[in-house]
């Protein structure tokens, strides 16, 4: 549990319409008067689906947002270290998400989480090699960050990445 920085500017695009993108506006310290608390909540549900439509489940998560921070509080259960990572990481790679705040436990206790961050020229092998000592382990990262990752080649910098140990 605890707080995780994230690279604002990068990640998925969940805050583009409506009263989410009210949200983005906030984080942003707009001037621009909108609902406050309505934004926060439509930028919460959109992650909240976003992790969703990535088949991550926790017994009793809930998710909210803090736009005047860019902070995504996550709270519940999950069964595995794992799935507590894959949801963390689903909510940190969001454009707009600075921090999330971990409130997330765990039935089966283990290690905390190693994350890595891809800066410019990274591949998963150029990872894999500094972090495992051989390239070809690439896949390993690649299967620790699906469904988020669709493809091997498929990363970008700023996310956050889950490194298995």
Do not use: W
């Not at 583009?16 to 934004?39: F, L």
């Not at 976003?50 to 259960?77: C, H, N, P, R, W």
């Not at 969001?94 to 020229?121: C, H, I, M, R, W």
């Not at 382990?137 to 669709?150: Q, R, V």
Request: hydrophobic residues 40%; contains cysteine; negative net charge.
């Amino acid at each position: 549990m605890g707080l995780f920085s994230f690279i604002k500017e990068a990640g998925e695009k969940l805050f583009g319409i409506g009263e989410a993108k009210a949200a983005e506006e906030v984080a942003k310290k707009d001037p621009t008067p909108v609902n406050v608390e309505a934004a926060n909540k439509a930028a919460a549900k959109a992650i909240a689906d976003y992790v969703a439509k990535m088949g991550l489940t926790a017994e009793g998560l809930t998710i909210g947002f803090d736009g005047a921070s860019a902070t995504v509080i996550v709270q519940g259960m999950a069964d595995t270290l794992e799935t507590k990572e894959k949801i963390l990481l689903c909510c940190g790679n969001v454009k707009g998400v600075e921090n999330v705040q971990d409130q997330l436990g765990v039935v089966e206790p283990a290690d905390e989480p190693v994350f890595y961050t891809v800066v410019s020229g990274d591949t998963l092998s150029k990872i894999a090699k500094t972090q495992y000592g051989n390239a070809n382990d690439y896949m390993k990262i690649f299967e620790a960050n699906k469904p988020m990752l669709s493809h091997p080649d498929k990363i970008y910098p700023g996310q956050s990445l889950r490194i298995p140990k």
